[in-house]
């Protein structure tokens, strides 16, 4: 019966695992607690590939305890309920580990149906996720568990990885591999952090390798082919979407092109057009904003190019406002000043319109009076002192001149004309 070579090479102790350093080293906590054998409940968080199921495994044997296992992409209530009904019983007298993967795919109910079982400890958890568990995993079972986040692993542990798994191979096969220069390294930078993804590449090219003699061959081209797009972590619902995007706008907002095309080339690489589009336009006003308000129509011209050319052309335009974004002077001002005037509205500041302000149809009544609206045409340098806010604000100054050229230019021309 054929078995993938990652699960053959799965580690069966800590110390072959690879990365996680700063959670399995020699005096890391997790390491002391696995060493104690008081194991609590668990939630480990983070990317796929990068030991989380292992690591329960090996705690699982550490500390021989039965582990039963439910994946909640495929478990419900049901799952749940035959564990519950070995509790007790010859097959688990004094409890179970329960491995639940994807924890995030259980909705409120099914969490909390595990609830009474973790409080008197027949059931230890340690429950597996992808997406920050403080969004996905609702806080009864959060407040019971300590999380421990499983970091992406580097590619110099993921060339470890490599040279064990074709190390494993000659030696299972009675075969001697021969990978050209620079193959391992690649097959560990283009994995994206995911062991699983590494060892899947090696057997891979192994496999297609392999001939009739003792010995065999893996070619860089033939590794470039494999891994080709393999790097990419994406998810446009998780959290990887929201990283990449957070990244590229902050990326902008600190002047930094280089690292705001790498973002963008991300982006246009997992085919996420429309993610890019709407970040880059959001930057121009938010980020750039009264500093250089040409940015704004320039922006929407290269994003509607963009969404008109489609992939891989699109890639162009965007890397122009990209780079244009990045390099333009920078004000926030526009930002302040709006969250200033909401914030006083949601307070309830919303008083009366000034009647020199409101409708025509105020005088459109029995009652007519003069509305005593001053038309600032009418007047020199089309200005005329006159109250725009209700009465309870009246003289709140929301928008602040930005330190930039084109802001101070604004406020120089106001205040000569105000005075």
Request: glycine share 6%; charged share 25%; with cysteine.
């Amino acid at each position: 019966m054929y078995r993938p070579l990652a699960d053959e090479l799965r580690p069966q102790s800590l110390d072959e695992v690879v990365g996680q350093r700063e959670i399995l080293g020699d005096d890391s906590m997790l390491r002391r607690i696995i060493d104690s054998k008081q194991i609590p409940n668990m939630i480990f968080y983070g990317p796929s590939g990068t030991g989380k199921t292992t690591v329960a495994n090996i705690i699982a044997a550490e500390t021989n305890r039965p582990l039963r296992r439910l994946n909640a992409t495929t478990s419900g209530i049901a799952g749940i309920k035959a564990i519950i009904d070995e509790l007790g019983t010859f097959m688990a007298p004094e409890g179970v580990l329960l491995y639940l993967d994807e924890i995030q795919y259980f909705n409120k109910k099914q969490q909390q149906s595990l609830l009474e079982f973790i409080e008197n400890g027949k059931i230890t958890l340690i429950a597996a996720t992808t997406e920050n568990p403080y969004f996905y995993v609702f806080n009864a079972i959060l407040s019971r568990s300590t999380i421990f986040e499983f970091k992406q692993i580097a590619a110099e542990d993921a060339e470890k990885a490599v040279l064990r798994a074709l190390r494993f191979l000659e030696a299972r096969d009675h075969v001697k591999i021969e990978p050209e220069p620079g193959v391992t390294l690649h097959i560990a930078q283009s994995c994206g952090g995911d062991v699983r993804k590494a060892i899947n590449a090696v057997e891979l090219l192994y496999t297609a390798s392999k001939g009739p003699g003792s010995t065999v061959s893996i070619m860089l081209r033939d590794t470039e082919q494999v891994s080709q797009k393999s790097s990419m972590r994406y998810d446009r619902e998780g959290d990887a979407h929201f990283d990449i995007v957070s990244a590229l706008m902050k990326s902008l907002r600190g002047s930094d092109p280089d690292a705001a095309l790498h973002y963008l080339a991300r982006l246009l690489e997992a085919g996420d057009l429309v993610g890019a589009c709407r970040r880059i336009l959001c930057s121009a006003s938010e980020d750039i904003g009264m500093a250089y308000p040409q940015a704004v129509p320039i922006v929407k011209a290269c994003v509607d190019s963009a969404l008109q050319l489609g992939l891989p052309e699109a890639r162009l335009p965007l890397a122009e406002a990209c780079i244009l974004l990045a390099t333009a002077p920078k004000s926030n001002s526009v930002v302040m000043a709006i969250d200033r005037a909401q914030a006083d509205v949601r307070a309830g500041k919303a008083d009366p319109i000034p009647r020199e302000l409101q409708n025509v149809h105020a005088d459109s009544t029995e009652h007519k009076r003069d509305q005593n609206y001053k038309y600032p045409h009418s007047y020199p340098n089309h200005w005329v002192d006159q109250q725009y806010l209700p009465d309870a604000l009246a003289g709140t100054h929301y928008y602040e001149y930005g330190d930039n050229k084109m802001e101070q230019a604004a406020r120089a021309y106001w205040d000569a004309i105000k005075k």
